[in-house]
């Protein structure tokens, strides 16, 4: 029986991961940890008997251990408990379902320890890619990509051992202002931009999916996890996610992963990899499709792409940049502190005011990304 521990269990990716680990029934959980949501957290524990469980605020902690003291479970707190779960000997695969950099130290720990990685988190690779994937050959680990668009890539290079690729191609539905222009998005509010066409996802991913940031970070992702240079990666608007990306090989040849837009096909794909097992749910029909149509992307309404592709350019300590304005750039968005597109103006001032450190280590990596906080802290109290 596999068993995994799983870093964001009360996310949108860690409950689609424990519905598939519910509906196989031979996958064991070992750890869970989240944020803060201690009732849903206490629920998954009392059904999957982990031995950890992990909080990240040190008094939701302490409430969440009352709560459980009658099963045998451990309850730890913050980045020292993250890392213990990350490096239990018990799991052999650790699910990065966590969102932001708060997930680059526990993988890097897990992966020491010659855990494979199912990874959800953006932020690993993004920020701290150069690092990442080198460590990952060194232990002989496994990155397993759980995104649907990184896991589509891999699932068509699966066989493809030694054929040379010409392109990635990434697809992007055009989020829920597609077609709009600048003058529609100066007015458009937070629940307009939290109507995804397509997929059902947290607040922070569904906005980067408005803004195209989330296929910004996707490319920056995609560098790292194949190997492959910015020239070579083409992201694609396919507005109805039925093709979930492509790889075009060197003699022309184009293939695609498609299916539903369903995040458990993924998510299921990296636990049981290279297996494929039933999957409950939809089934594409051509009949009814009829037609898959094509798009490039607005690079000019959507900057989060273009400036993406410049901070992915420049390299360095540069994504941690643009990772970290955007995420706080979203966080004033939704508690309608800013509007939607100052969400770009604070990701350009950041990078732009940003002194870059061409190959930086692990803690100048988190520096960046306090610096970075504490430059918008300074110039949003200015303004």
Not at 57 to 77: F, I, M, T
Request: hydrophobic share 45%.
């Amino acid at each position: 029986m596999k068993k995994i521990a799983v870093l964001g269990s009360t996310g949108s990716i860690g409950t689609q991961t424990l519905e598939v680990v519910r509906e196989n029934g031979d996958i064991q959980v070992t750890g869970l940890a989240a944020g803060k949501n201690i009732e849903l957290l206490e629920r998954q524990i009392r059904e999957f008997s982990p031995s950890l469980a992990v909080v990240w605020e040190e008094e939701r902690a302490k409430e969440l251990a009352v709560r459980v003291a009658d099963l045998p479970v451990r309850v730890l707190s913050g980045m020292e408990g993250l890392v213990e779960l990350a490096v239990m000997p018990e799991a052999e695969l650790l699910v990065t379902a966590i969102v932001g950099m708060i997930g680059i130290r526990p993988t890097i720990s897990a992966i020491e320890a010659g855990k494979d990685i199912a990874l959800a988190n953006k932020e690993t690779l993004v920020t701290a890619g150069h690092l990442i994937m080198p460590l990952a050959e060194k232990c002989g680990v496994r990155i397993l990509p759980v995104d649907s668009e990184h896991s589509a890539i891999f699932q068509a290079l699966t066989g493809e051992a030694g054929n040379r690729v010409s392109k990635l191609l990434i697809t992007a539905s055009g989020g829920p202002f597609r077609g709009r222009d600048r003058a529609f998005l100066e007015h458009v509010q937070v629940e307009d931009a939290l109507k995804h066409p397509n997929w059902a996802m947290g607040q922070k991913i569904t906005i980067d999916s408005a803004t195209l940031v989330n296929k910004g970070l996707e490319v920056m992702e995609a560098k790292w996890l194949f190997g492959v240079d910015l020239d070579r990666i083409q992201v694609v608007v396919q507005p109805k996610s039925i093709i979930h990306s492509m790889v075009e090989f060197a003699d022309g040849a184009v293939m695609a992963q498609m299916g539903t837009p369903d995040m458990k096909l993924p998510i299921q794909y990296a636990l049981y990899y290279p297996e494929r097992r039933h999957l409950p749910g939809e089934r594409l029909d051509f009949w009814r499709l009829g037609q898959i149509t094509f798009e490039k992307p607005d690079m000019e309404t959507f900057r989060g792409l273009p400036l993406a592709m410049e901070a992915a350019r420049a390299g360095g300590s540069m994504p941690t940049v643009f990772n970290a304005a955007n995420e706080m750039a979203v966080a004033a968005f939704l508690k309608r502190k800013i509007n939607f597109l100052d969400i770009y103006e604070m990701i350009a001032d950041a990078m732009a005011s940003h002194r870059k450190v061409a190959d930086p280590d692990l803690e100048q990596i988190l520096a960046a990304e306090q610096e970075t906080y504490e430059h918008i802290r300074r110039r949003h109290a200015a303004d």
